[in-house]
């Protein structure tokens, strides 16, 4: 379902004195046929060189009126803000998409999407929504192997872990491949969101949703959740799912 926003409208002249335009874009998000200004501002508390941004703000200027539609976001702080245009939900009018990186050491990303068509509000995607909705089980198995689940999915990976080394699977495993005791792993928040066109002849985006697998810790990567996920009419739908695994080198197998 969209998610409806009352925003407030006002025509400033230009920002305030403590707050820094992030990124800009052009493109006409309205469908009325005349080009949009859309922002990303935002407060630095390092001033204008630093890298880090809080109380990041959306905001949608009419090619027409010149009004401006403010929208604050509810994870409104990170790093490397940007903006990307496309159109997402196939009604042949351009979306935005927000990027912002976390910043902390698991690579999380906070993400949205909003429609402006006919200048009404719409969320239709957020990083929060799909950690919560896509939740998944990482389980050690017996004989160097580890289980990738999703129930609601009904999809199960196996990653074989055997190259991983010696000293690794010791830590894990007895000499016998059985496992020394129950171990999980997880899978992260959200790192990336990627526009891309699934098929030639259409314009519009599907996206794919990147998690990291880790094991006991962070710094334990075992692969990655890639998930396909396409407007369906009302709400984004994963419509595949895989897991990518990390190689190793050729010469370590011979």
Do not use: C
Request: proline content about 4%; overall charge negative; charged content about 15%.
């Amino acid at each position: 379902m969209h998610s409806s926003f009352h925003t407030h409208r006002y025509q400033p002249d230009r920002l305030a004195t403590d707050e820094y335009l992030l990124d800009m874009k052009q493109g006409d998000v309205t469908g009325d046929g005349i080009p949009d200004q859309i922002y990303l501002i935002g407060h630095k508390p390092d001033g204008p060189s630093g890298i880090f941004a809080d109380h990041i703000t959306l905001v949608i200027q009419d090619g027409y009126s010149q009004q401006r539609t403010v929208v604050p976001l509810q994870n409104n702080a990170g790093y490397n803000a940007v903006l990307l245009l496309g159109d997402f939900d196939k009604n042949q009018i351009p979306d935005i998409l927000i990027s912002i990186d976390s910043g902390g050491s698991g690579g999380y990303g906070i993400f949205y999407i909003y429609s402006f068509a006919h200048h009404a509000l719409h969320k239709l995607f957020d990083s929060d929504s799909y950690n919560q909705q896509y939740k998944f089980r990482v389980q050690y198995e017996d004989m160097y192997k580890v289980s990738v689940s999703s129930a609601q999915l009904d999809l199960l990976f196996i990653i074989d872990i055997s190259s991983k080394g010696a000293a690794y699977l010791a830590t894990y495993y007895n000499e016998n491949g059985m496992l020394k005791q129950p171990l999980q792993g997880e899978v992260l928040a959200i790192a990336a969101l990627n526009p891309i066109i699934t098929a030639e002849n259409r314009a519009s985006f599907d996206l794919q949703a990147l998690q990291r697998i880790i094991g006991p810790t962070n710094a334990d990567t075992l692969g990655y959740v890639e998930n396909l996920l396409t407007w369906n009419g009302n709400r984004f739908d994963s419509s595949r799912l895989n897991v990518a695994i990390i190689g190793t080198p050729l010469q370590s197998h011979f």
